[in-house]
């Protein structure tokens, strides 16, 4: 059951992961590059202020 499992959360990590090549603006690494730009964003209105 274990092994089941880890194979489902092994395949979902790759989905994320190659779903970006498939569809541009899915996936980990956008989510990621979303996430660097709030953070840029963030911290360029900080400094503004």
Do not use: F
Request: proline share 2%; glycine share 8%; net charge negative.
């Amino acid at each position: 059951m274990d092994t089941l499992r880890n194979n489902l959360i092994i395949q979902n990590g790759l989905r994320l992961l190659v779903g970006n090549v498939a569809y541009p603006g899915t996936g980990l690494l956008a989510m990621l590059e979303d996430a660097q730009s709030q953070v840029v964003a963030l911290l360029q209105s900080l400094s503004e202020e």
